[in-house]
């Protein structure tokens, strides 16, 4: 996170504990993609959709 955030981040509200959730799962399932490199397990890649999707969600429902 220190490499996506360099100078750091603020967590206040709900919705940015909910965003910094999801995006700590997307990054866990892109490392264990990652790790499964020559044996790539789908489920990795699916998990990573179903949080990107839900990250999305959270920040649709900030902007409306």
Not at 1 to 16: A, I, N, S, W, Y
């Given at each position: 996170?220190?490499?996506?955030?360099?100078?750091?981040?603020?967590?206040?509200?709900?919705?940015?504990f909910n965003r910094m959730g999801l995006l700590n799962m997307v990054v866990s399932k892109l490392v264990r993609y990652s790790n499964q490199w020559k044996d790539p397990h789908k489920d990795s890649i699916h998990d990573l959709g179903v949080y990107a999707f839900m990250l999305e969600a959270v920040d649709d429902s900030i902007r409306h």
């Open positions: 996170m220190d490499v996506l955030f360099p100078d750091g981040v603020e967590l206040k509200t709900q919705d940015d």
